[in-house]
């Protein structure tokens, strides 16, 4: 599928040949914004609007789905006094703008920006007499018209360049809706990377073959398009959602959250497989770079050729699709209050959090509980009162519910900034005149419950070695921890060696199960967010197996030391759900046994199970019809979520000592796959310690 | 009760049967074969390995009772995946008291017996008869060679293919090739003449002769001492087998 055309075009966007283009400054939007007076959401329309300005058409001779951003920095548009006088005493969420939500994409190409901008004129006629519902459209219309006329100036330049049927269909498209598969992925590309002119981040793509298939159907059916000029259609659009990803803030170089869901269920919950559902793994397997991220729904009765497809991809490396099991999560955010169509309709934000695209103004990563630092404080406080084992198991949640407490105090005071463009891509946001900042259907915040199999070892150490066999006296075990187990070798031998994680053991895997019951308990406890939603409880880490462990500047989250699994100060937790480090498996099965354990119906914002293979397992024919098996039995298993890795640890030693040879190395790091070269050290090192399982 | 001696036990295992399987490696084998990559099932004790990351030790008993427990509570996770159990080894012909108890107390797992068919021949029938596959090894036609290479006759294991070709049991007849030595074309031939003979044969394997063989010997305090060429490129000659109309696959 790779032709020559696509193979040149990737090397060339790897070898970032369009950086040349990029311009050194941004617009001055700040001086109009003050000379004017403009009130927040006019500055941000004018953002967007001297954004799309700026942006100087780029269209290579190859290209037949084109933006290129040219203006790489997003300028103020308030001055850093003003800035910090409006928002004084509130919190932003990390770099301020909206991020790592989903728009509905399917009802935007459909409507067409002038169809956007019909359902403005109506509501400004509607609502006269509300100034603040006038101020966000007449923001959010100059939005529209700034769009428009980047996709003009677009059209302008494709046919000076001779390209007619280029500029035909960018004359079309996003005004009005897509004719063609062709111009729907044009009018995609145009939309989504509009929004991140306004400074938004972790932009998600949705249920990519749900909105898609419709145009792509249609051309098939005219025979418009065949099947393989649809896929090099494809590949574009994928290589070109790689052109300006070095630009998109984030941890990791890679971690920009341009995921992509396929599969699952429709919104009438029969199933929503269809062919781009195949397509578009194939072509991600071709295309094989960084983005999208790939992210498949998938039931128990989820067809075992589409597995095995989606294991082509994990055995390429890629780190993707990442799998969500249908079977848990739509219950799972029913009985958190999500309307059945809309859970069935869910996709994912930037790594593994479930919403519901153009439905959804949730922060699903406000922040983590450290559960490792909440079970230390308990075993250090029980202990040393002579508490028995529940009042320790008391302790932690009590610990939890203080670390949850003093992150949601700190997001009840959240403030959005208006997001006029990015309220016209939501459902419902110009028809009742109000900027998405203000709340969508669904509001809720979402916290990580990090570095969880460290933490549960912990208490099953602590159990077995201090009140079951009593080999191990209170004291005894704190003085080894303060001293990092110096001078302590057999006792850490028996923390070591007692019921870890991962193993299908109920002494380790009932505190893992505790912890998150508690965990989820607590943020039932902590009521409504401030914004009318709830506080969901998740099972991921993102970066935090790094930074609980070896602290970070400006991480408010304690950092732990020595901990009672027999874990060293500084070492590095599991990341998401996964066995700790060093601790012996008997293999994926037992893990999967481990974690299914969880009640995923209270712990809600995604997490997944995080599973390296190792690449020799990918030398036998029958391997990928067995890997496809094996995420059958994690969807049987009543799991919820999956990633799946393929490393090889030689070739990744290789690649940190000659980062030149393997540029194009790609690996899963928390919820999203990055190039491993470009990687901080810690976040390489981390991933070749990982227990990669063999055959 | 029975009690076996096992000295791993490996989910997800890739090479030992169809679909998702657990594999259970029973220690101890009556065969000494020179290419053997796997010297830690080799005697039937327990016994300590020095590994690079420790010293740990090989071979843990089990009841079958506890072996069964183990294995059923994967039981719905393997029948999602369409696979079950594998015996291997080892010989397990060699625990065989010990595996006819595992089976009896099976949750409906699929099973493969993973044999070299040297073993008692009561024993070969009792558990061949009741497993849903069989995995039976073919190394060298030629006894005096089987004798060198293996250290014992080939006549139990022809005798143990008879009593196979007798049953319903499918199975699959694997070969190792091992440059040189078993991978010639004289070998092949009447590898294939002996596997047309069986009627339930699934196919044959060959399995290609893996260069990290002698990886585990040191941990075992043995030396490996290949008698042939290990840079040698393997002849996977799956002409013969197609030309006696058996399925071949090579691994």
Same mark, same amino acid.
């Given at each position: ?8 075009m ?7 040949e369009?950086?040349?283009?990029r311009?050194?400054v ?7 914004c ?10 941000a329309?004018?953002?967007v ?5 700026a942006?100087?058409p780029l ?23 003003q800035?910090?006088?409006?928002t004084?005493?509130?919190?932003l ?11 509905d ?24 007499d509300?100034?603040?519902a ?9 939005t ?5 006329g980047? $996709? +003009? %100036? ?9 390209? =007619? !049927?280029l500029?035909?269909? @960018?004359? /079309? ?8 598969f ?9 939309l ?6 306004g400074?938004?981040y972790?932009?998600?793509l ?5 909105y898609?298939w ?7 059916? $005219? +025979? %418009?398009?065949?099947e393989a000029?649809?896929?090099?259609l494809? =590949? !574009?659009?994928?290589?070109s @959602?790689? /052109?300006?990803?070095?630009l998109?803030p984030?941890v ?19 199933s929503g ?11 991600a397997?071709d ?5 999208p ?20 991809l994990?055995?390429?490396?890629l ?13 799972a ?5 999500y ?5 069935r309709d ?10 519901v695209a153009?439905?959804?103004?949730e922060v ?12 230390d ?12 084992f ?7 949640e ?5 670390q ?5 105090s ?19 946001c110009?028809?009742?005149?109000r ?5 969508l259907?669904?509001?809720?915040f ?23 066999d ?5 004291a ?21 060696d007692?019921?870890k994680v991962g ?30 939603g709830?506080?969901r ?6 970066m ?6 070896a602290?970070h ?34 293999g994926?099965?037992?893990v ?7 009640d ?7 997490g ?6 190792s ?17 059958r ?24 000592r000659?980062?030149?040879?393997h540029?194009n190395l790609?690996?899963?790091?928390w919820?999203w ?5 470009e990687l901080e050290?810690p976040?390489?090192?981390?991933v ?8 | 009760?029975q009690?076996?001696?096992?000295f ?13 399987r ?27 390995i ?9 071979g ?9 427990r ?6 719905g996770l ?6 079950g159990?594998t ?10 008291a ?6 009896d107390?099976l949750?409906r ?14 024993s070969f029938h ?14 060298l ?6 004798r ?5 006759d080939n006549?139990i ?8 070709a007798?049953l ?10 091992v ?7 004289d ?5 294939a003449?002996a ?8 196919r ?7 260069r990290?063989?002698g ?5 075992c305090?043995?030396e ?7 840079s ?8 013969v ?5 058996l399925?071949?696959t090579?691994?």
């Amino acid at each position: 599928m790779m032709n020559l055309r696509l193979q040149a075009m990737r090397r060339r966007v790897r070898d970032h040949e369009h950086a040349v283009r990029r311009q050194p400054v941004a617009p001055d939007v700040l001086r109009e914004c003050e000379e004017q007076h403009l009130s927040w959401p006019r500055r941000a329309a004018r953002l967007v609007r001297r954004m799309c300005e700026a942006e100087v058409p780029l269209i290579e001779a190859e290209d037949r789905i084109v933006f290129t951003r040219t203006v790489p920095k997003v300028p103020p548009i308030y001055s850093p006094q003003q800035w910090r006088e409006l928002t004084a005493g509130r919190t932003l969420h990390e770099l301020g703008p909206i991020s790592n939500i989903c728009a509905d994409w399917g009802m935007v190409l459909s409507q067409g920006l002038l169809g956007r901008r019909e359902v403005a004129q109506a509501a400004r006629r509607r609502l006269s007499d509300d100034s603040a519902a006038m101020e966000f459209l007449a923001a959010a219309l100059e939005t529209i018209d700034a769009v428009l006329g980047l $996709a +003009r %100036r677009y059209a302008e330049a494709a046919l000076a360049a001779g390209r =007619a !049927e280029l500029a035909e269909i @960018l004359q /079309r498209v996003p005004a009005r809706p897509p004719r063609t598969f062709h111009e729907a992925l044009q009018s995609l590309r145009l939309l989504h990377a509009a929004v991140w002119l306004g400074g938004h981040y972790h932009v998600g793509l949705g249920r990519f073959d749900q909105y898609m298939w419709p145009y792509l159907d249609a051309d098939l059916r $005219a +025979r %418009r398009l065949d099947e393989a000029r649809a896929e090099e259609l494809l =590949a !574009e659009f994928f290589i070109s @959602l790689n /052109r300006d990803s070095d630009l998109y803030p984030g941890v990791q170089q890679g971690d920009n959250g341009q995921s992509l869901m396929l599969g699952g269920a429709t919104r009438d919950g029969a199933s929503g497989v269809n062919p781009l559902t195949a397509m578009a793994l194939r072509v991600a397997r071709d295309v094989a770079m960084i983005d999208p991220k790939i992210n498949l729904r998938i039931s128990k009765d989820t067809d075992l050729e589409l597995l095995a497809l989606a294991a082509e991809l994990t055995a390429q490396g890629l780190g993707f699709p990442q799998y969500s099991n249908d079977d848990v999560v739509i219950p799972a955010l029913v009985a958190h209050g999500y309307d059945l169509e809309d859970a069935r309709d869910y996709t994912v934000a930037a790594c593994w959090e479930f919403i519901v695209a153009g439905k959804g103004m949730e922060v699903v990563n406000i922040g983590a509980v450290s559960m490792p630092a909440a079970v230390d404080v308990a075993i250090r406080a029980g202990l040393a009162a002579g508490a028995g084992f529940e009042a320790i198991l008391d302790r932690a949640e009590a610990e939890m519910g203080r670390q949850l407490e003093a992150v949601v105090s700190r997001y009840r005071r959240l403030l959005l900034p208006p997001a006029p463009y990015y309220s016209v891509l939501m459902d419902g946001c110009l028809e009742s005149g109000r900027d998405l900042s203000q709340g969508l259907k669904y509001s809720n915040f979402g916290v990580h419950g990090a570095c969880s199999a460290s933490a549960a070892d912990a208490l099953a150490a602590v159990r077995k070695t201090v009140f079951v066999d009593r080999s191990v006296a209170p004291a005894e075990l704190i003085q080894a921890m303060d001293a990092n187990f110096a001078g302590h070798d057999s006792l850490r031998r028996a923390l070591l060696d007692a019921p870890k994680v991962g193993n299908h053991d109920d002494q380790a895997d009932d505190m893992l199960v505790a912890l998150f019951d508690r965990f989820a308990s607590a943020c039932e406890a902590a009521g409504d967010n401030g914004r009318g939603g709830i506080v969901r409880p998740g099972s991921g880490s993102a970066m935090y197996y790094v930074w609980l462990a070896a602290g970070h500047p400006g991480m408010c989250e304690p950092v732990t030391g020595t901990t009672a699994d027999g874990r060293r100060a500084a070492e590095y937790f599991s990341a998401n759900l996964a066995p700790s480090p060093g601790v012996r498996v008997r293999g994926p099965l037992s893990v999967l046994q481990s974690f299914s354990k969880l009640d995923y119906r209270r712990v809600c914002n995604g997490g997944p199970i995080t599973l390296e293979l190792s690449d020799a397992l990918f030398g036998d024919v029958e391997a990928l019809r067995k890997v496809a098996l094996l995420v059958r039995s994690f969807a049987a298993s009543g799991c919820q979520q999956l990633q799946l890795n393929t490393i090889n640890v030689a070739k990744l030693q290789e690649a940190k000592r000659h980062p030149g040879r393997h540029r194009n190395l790609i690996v899963r790091v928390w919820g999203w796959s990055g190039y491993f070269c470009e990687l901080e050290e810690p976040y390489q090192d981390h991933v070749i310690a990982r227990h990669a399982f063999g055959m | 009760m029975q009690t076996g001696i096992v000295f791993d036990i490996r989910e997800f295992s890739i090479h030992d049967g169809p679909n998702l399987r657990t594999t259970v490696f029973l220690k101890g084998c009556p065969l000494r074969c020179a290419w053997c990559h796997n010297p830690e099932g080799l005697s039937p004790q327990p016994q300590v390995i020095d590994t690079p990351s420790g010293t740990r030790t090989s071979g843990q008993p089990y009841t079958s009772a506890e072996l069964a427990r183990l294995l059923n509570r994967q039981a719905g996770l393997l029948r999602a995946g369409q696979g079950g159990v594998t015996f291997s080894g080892g010989e397990p012909l060699l625990q065989a008291a010990f595996v006819a108890e595992v089976l009896d107390q099976l949750d409906r797992l699929h099973v493969v017996l993973d044999t070299s068919g040297f073993g008692d021949e009561a024993s070969f029938h009792g558990l061949a008869e009741r497993v849903d596959l069989v995995y039976f090894d073919l190394k060298l036609m030629d006894p005096a060679m089987h004798r060198r290479c293996t250290g014992q006759d080939n006549r139990i294991v022809l005798r143990n293919l008879d009593q196979l070709a007798g049953l319903a049991t499918p199975c699959v007849i694997r070969v190792p090739l091992v440059p040189g030595v078993t991978d010639t074309e004289d070998n092949l031939a009447a590898i294939a003449r002996a596997a047309a003979g069986v009627p339930h044969l699934v196919r044959v394997d060959l399995l290609t002769y893996n260069r990290a063989a002698g990886g585990k010997y040191a941990a075992c305090g043995m030396e490996f001492h290949p008698q042939w060429d290990e840079s040698q490129a393997v002849r996977a000659n799956t002409a013969v087998f197609e030309a006696a109309g058996l399925p071949v696959t090579v691994h």
